[in-house]
């Protein structure tokens, strides 16, 4: 296994697209966050908006760069061909994709966290300013509260489970785009269909089935009780489907020829 | 004499160089692509499959019907009315000295507030049934005094508010089926505000009448409440049946959210003084007064999931043929590199504009009698709105598919370009879904960003004298349907003129 990781971590280091996607992750990340805090302004008490998920609301974002970047390991391999290099230096496939998605894991962590506690820290310093203040019942973004610490560690989590998503997703359907598609569709999508679901049920359940309006009741600090799923209950619906495409990546690259 | 010697000119060549062979090699190109031809056709059936899929899903089965007014448009006609019946022509004038709303603040407790379009007034009406034609002319609380007919219309008189030092004499004349309101400041000096022609049959139903529409609080609206006290109460002309009866017309009307904190509508009189207390709206409704109503918009949601289908395919078009090097084959045979540029975007274009408008033409009358079947109200529209929105829902696919394509050129990567068409195109639309998202961002939003184009799928209409909240997420959106899919349009030249100086300047 630890030729496998110094393998991946190497083809990841010596090429200059991963550091630009990850720096991009961070900086779309905090630019919709930053954005979306400076719009909203409060001008009397119990504005009652969730203010640490409008200060992390940049993930929406942020996760298309990191499912760019999963989606290069795998069918970038396949477009060029190195994939043949690959599984012949190391012909146990599964250690292949395991050690891609722990490097993928390792460097979304870290982009994500840096994006995530940026995010947060322009909360901090931009919120007061706009009449959030701690009169008004909206005290500083704090780690120190529990559920903000909540969101933050969850927000880096759906970031990495976003990212092994994607990996399982490519290492099914191969080829770049329609990988691309597939998941952003798996993403985007869903929230907008529901929308059109006229059984209050059918809208429920699908919302609480998408990885990203599920994954994303983690970010959620005020007014749980109204969520379509709870916080670590929806992080674990994300977890599922990341589970799933894993196992089933995992598979095809076993049964397919290369 | 020397025979004059023919220099040979092979007929095939000035045909090989041709814009049009060109298209033809795109063409072919495209259609014997399998998984691309497939797109396509997803896109088309994502469309219709959505379209299904919201028709059958909803069920509002033996809810109460919506009022619907002359012009054939869903309305607001929930009121509390002080009626006599008016058989022929007559005449009714009276004074309003005051006009107090009441909104709920916090937990449910009324407190006085502002309520801009408050009305009290005169009205003759069909009858009471919800939606029949009328003519009114009241004084309002922000906006001066009025004359309204029809549920659409709205005309301006006296400005400035009532009080007990301002009051406000109004008057409206029946003859025939022509109205005629009139104002006063001092019961004297008259002034026409209009006249209107109104069918109201042989027995109209005339009176007093009072509204309150619901008023902005906070990020949304609240209902209201409005009572008025009006003097000199004066008939002239066929009115019969002498006593004045109150009711509260449309109390269980679809349109009509109720009264705030259990209160309900009343009138007292005392002579020709009469103090009148109701809610509701005689007006248009719109998205946020019908929430239950659909839009064409609605059914149409699948262009989303063919949006996606559609850039996969766009990029691929040209990013294939950098990974199987047949870029370079294509730019020996033609070394003008922007007209192969112009070809394939003509090609993909076409192509997606007819899987677009086949979608979009099957899915729209599909989707809208299947929900129409289960119930649902849908917004009316007109043919020609109909087509347009077929027509823009197509060009919006066929715009976005050629700037994946110039996105793909630039990037030669179909990774980063399916992204960043996808995440300009439908993240706005996500962020302006947002409940927490004020209505100026999402306006903004919706107008500098490729998600403007959306707005070529909106069929409703904003009315200047309905208060609401008239956001781009509920279908109103701040450009005009084809001026939105232009910004689209406008991003998608420049992607192209820059894709088409990178592919110029670069090694291919």
Redesign the interface.
Known sequence: MRPALHAEWTKLRTVAGPLWLLLGMIAATMALSAGAISVVTCRSAGCGADLTRLSLMGVELGQALAVILAVLIISGEYSSGMIRTTLTAIPHRTTVLAAKAITLSAVVAVAGTTAVLGSLLAGRLILPRHGFTAARGHPALSLADGPTLRASAGSILYQILIALLSVGIAAIVRDSATSIGVILGLLYLLPVLSQVIGNPHGQRLLQQLGPMSAGLAIQATTDLRNLPIGPWAGLGVTAGWAAAALLAGGLLLRMRDA | MTPTVTPYRPGQRAERDGFLQLLHAEWTKFRTVR?WVTGMVVAALLVVL?AV??GI????KGSAPVPIGPGGEPVTDSFYFVHRPLAGDGSITVSVSTLESSIPKGLGELQPGIVPWAKAGLIVKQGTRQGSPYAAIMVTSSHGVRMQDSYVNDTAGLPGPVSARSVRWLRLDRSGDAITGSASADGTHWTKVGTVRVELGPTAQGGLFVASPPAMQ?LGTTGSVSTAAFGDLRVQGGWTGGEWSGELLGAESPTFSGFPGNGSGSFTQSGDRFTVTGAGDIAPAVRETLPTG?TRG??L??T??AL??V??VG??FI?TEY?KNLIHVTLAASPRRGRVLLAKAIVLGAVTFVAGLAGAVLAAPLGERL?RA?G?YIFPVTSSTELRVALGTAALLATASILALSVGTIFR???????TV??AI??P???I??P???T??ANWLTRVTPAAAWAVQQTLAQYPQVTSIYKPYDGYYPLAPWAGLAVLAGYTLFGLVVAAVVLHRRDA
């Open positions: 998984g959505v899929l919201a899903s909803s069920d509002q906070g659909g609605d059914i949601t699948g989303f999931a996606i289908a850039i996969v990029a691929l990013t990974r929900a289960n649902v990567n179909s990774a980063s370009a399916v992204t996808i995440v439908v993240l639309y996500l962020l879904a947002n927490f998202m004020p100026s961002v």
